[in-house]
């Protein structure tokens, strides 16, 4: 089982956190055409490498952060941040 | 009788003999005896039958892997005889022979095999397709497997987590050796032995040997380190997350121990590998290995005249063995360029040998010792991918991983001293490194205790490489035997199965399934790539291998459920309902009354008096702030800005996919103070779905959180004569209908117990009330109702009154009468949609979905017949035909109306009121049914709650 550092708990077992998914931002929802929400509710990279993606801390702190993990080796690079910092829609 | 005299490495304590029964006969033997030793050491020679062929089968590694040695012991089919430890009165039975071990009348298929090649199975049982269930019959008494009894006692299994710095897979010499030397360096080490004791090859060995695994354990003892024997690490995962299978327990028949490695040493030392050739599979042929363990640990002679053929020191060392042991040898050395070609002999095993250059020499035993299989298992799972060095005739690990380290014989070779020189210097390495994981770990904790010092550089890898050994590559003789012993597959299978396309080895792997046996490889892995490699005419190494996939060994489906952590929650109430006659039904995690022996009777009697239920597990969530109600706008379909202190709404939730999620009301007890109900099933859920938004989108939003489903004790107060009870325990509230209205709320103090508050909503459909108590005093309050309300005739309820009782109401629960695609437009209340919003979880695909005339919608269902209550799941068909156009979602027999009612999805075609379905009932019976006007089956005006 993956060790997944919360920024405020520490490493913890993937099993204490939900693994929400890849981040993606969440278009207007009274301009958004389908394809564009539907990609947001679907589409997903998955990329064979980095990827910036989200998790909760579900049984810890309850806070959502974001981690960058390279899905190959799973490492995981960057320092977490709060979901908050990253701006809300692009 | 072929006991020998006491041996000096023997393992048996022949102080204490023990008696047990082999097929229903008496058999004798001593403790420290394995089920394998006794058997052989009582002349048995045959213990099974091969799984297609039915041939009869001796030992041939005799140890855990052994593809021969699985019998049936009482009620446990699948023992590992080799390994399994005697016990008095132990019932050991050969598995699946028919009708006796000795007679195999299905041996038949035997004389037929040159017909039943590889995907002899995918072909002939095939067509006719009709004729498949027989087929299967058939086949399933071919299966390998013991016996399975339904009536065997439940047995307690464990788990344990365990967070060592260094675990050790294997207690051999290096084993032991990297163990002592990581614990020596300050490592917390878990030394885990797949046998009964430490020692690994050197229990068989010499003297020399001997002394040393008994040097090296006596360290372990002394040295802090913590050893669990008869276990297996079956498998290394991510993060060096390992799980150990402990066989032997105090307590439990198994435990799965979870334990978190900084770092893994892998030390299994090398399996023996089988030479194939003609009758290699008859009883006596065995592994050099198999011989010594009989010779020296349990002083068994497994035959008289043996003729040992070797490539190696070990097999040379067998000889030794067997000659002291009183057996006339005779060695066909492979180094010399001499060869075996042919076992010869009938159903009682082996009889003698052809040699290569045509000899025939008698034998009642017939020893191997042809070279070496590198159990990379745990490296495998690491992401290694070991590559065959040709002149060792054996795979490497090819990778380096930071935290998973292999010694012993998976390294290299070379003399005692130099393995154990490499293991001592991998114990310290693997010490060093598992400091620096913990620093790292340390240093992740943000706050937590302050690191101390700056992170150590990762240790390099500075141990002396350790030597291969040049090794004869002996695979295959000129003649077809066996490769895979347990799935009863030939070479000759395999050449045929290769010459129809199945060329690769993962191809050849499942068309054959060489490898897929209880044996799992251990023994056939490299046979099966060298067979293949030499019917493609490439070498080993481009052939490849398989890759090892975890469990290394067998884990029991006891172990991996093992003890259940997940807690059990009740009410205060509980204790009350225990001792008052009510039936509980499991509820997520909640115990809860599911009735008190009448559901139907308590359902009455809410409807003409008053009942009261526990309903406790109701999602509560406490929700305080300025911009609570942007929060509640935002997750409810409907509008929120506006609701006044002392009133509750309705609201139901829908994902960003606009499929239903939730429901349950709310109610604003204070300025900036709400509480929310949310479904019993559904409170996590929301309560991770209000949160996503406050962290995510809506940071700004002022918001507080608290679950409090368990701070509240839960009362439903039901019935025409509810107002009349909470009034006699009420006194600070005006109850009057008039002030006290339906969908409000109010701050209460019930039977003296301030702080609670309730609310008059209704999803019985009768006048009700929800009190909310602080939950310390819910027994208080729950025994004051029922002693209040004795004259009105209260009686507690339960959830199937409950479910009765809003059925006839029309109220749908979310994930019963909805599912994973039924969106808000579908349940018929347009009211709760307000797309004038700016924006609520949703919005869009509600929005399209109101154009949708293609998805099913909820109706209220009633069947002509009144009697007939067609079950929940019954499908809804197009009469005269099959195509399903709707189901029923729920179904009870209404005790109010003495009448069969439904709730149920249906295509929109045939959803107006009075449309006229046809239902499936369970039967294959079709009976006739009418969609109604309304979901509520009585009271669709609501005048009852609202009284």
Known sequence: MLIVPCPNCGPRNAADLRYVGESRPRPDPNSASAKEWRAYLYERANPAGMLRETWYCRSGCRRYFVLERDTVSNEFTNPPTPVAKLGKRP | MTRLPAQPGEVIDRSRPVDFTWNGQAMSGFAGDTVASALVAGGVRVVSRSMKYRRPRGYISNDYWDPNGLVQVGDEPNVRSAHRLIEPGMAVEAQNVWPSLERDLRAVTGLASRFLTAGFYYKTFMRPAWLWPTYEKVLATFSPGGRIDPDTPHRYHDKRYAHPDVVVAGGGPTGMAAALAAAGAGARVLLVEHCHRLGGHLLWGDEHDRALAAELAAAVETAGVEVLVDSTVAGRYEDNWTGIVQRSHPVAVERLVKARAKVLIVAPGLIERPYVFDGNDKP???????????????????????????????????????????????????????????????????????????????????????????????????????????????????????????????????????????????????????????????????????????????????????????????????????????????????????????????????YTTATMGPSQGKLETVNTVAVLAEARGQTIAEVGTTVWRPPYAPVTMGALGGRLFEPVRVSSIHPWHEANGAVFMLAGQWIRPDHYGDPAGEALNTRQNVGIMDVTPLGKLDLRGPDVPQLLSHLYTNKWMKLAVGSVRYGIMCGEDGVILDDGVTGRIGDQHYMMTTTSSGAATVWEWAENWLQTEHPDWRVHVTPVTSGYTSINVAGPKSRTLVRRLVGDVDLDPEAFRYMQVRTATVAGIRDCFMWRIGFTGELSFELHVPAGHGLTVWEALLEAGEDLGIRPFGVECQRIMRLEKGHFIVGQDTDGLTKLPAVGMPHLLKLDKPDFAGKPELTWALDDTSTPVLVAIQPTDPSVVPDEASQIVRPGTDEIIGRITSSRMSPTLERSVCLGQVLPEVSRPGSELTVVMIDGRRITARVMEHHAHIDPEGERVRG
Not at chain 2, 362 to 390: I, K, Q
């Open chain 2, 284 to 510: 006596g042929v065995m592994l050099s290995g198999a011989v010594r363990r009989f010779v020296n640990m349990y002083a068994v002679r497994p035959g008289s005249a043996a003729v040992l053929f070797t490539a190696n020191p070990d097999g040379d060392a067998a000889a030794i063995d067997l000659e002291r042991a009183g057996a006339e040898v005779t060695v066909v050395d492979a180094r010399r360029g001499e060869g075996i070609v042919r076992a010869l002999g009938g159903s009682k095993g082996v009889e003698g040998v052809v040699l290569a250059d045509g000899r025939r020499l008698d034998c009642d035993l017939l020893v191997t010792a042809a070279g070496w299989t590198a159990p990379t298992s745990l490296l495998n799972m690491s992401g290694d991918r070991p590559v065959y060095d040709e002149a060792a005739a054996r795979f490497f690990p090819s990778v380096s991983i930071g935290n998973v380290l292999a010694t012993g014989g998976l390294a290299g070779d070379g003399t005692l001293d130099e393995l154990i020189e490499h293991a001592m210097a991998t114990g310290r390495l693997a010490a060093a490194r598992a400091r620096a994981v913990s620093h790292r770990l340390q240093a992740a904790t943000a706050r937590a205790v302050p690191v101390n010092g700056e992170e150590p550089e990762w240790p390099v890898d500075e141990r002396p490489d350790l030597a291969r050994d040049p090794h004869p590559a002996l695979f295959r003789s000129t003649t077809h035997g066996v490769v895979d012993f347990s799935e009863d597959v030939s070479s000759k299978d395999m050449v045929g199965a290769a010459a129809e396309g199945y060329d690769s080895v993962e191809l050849l792997k499942r």
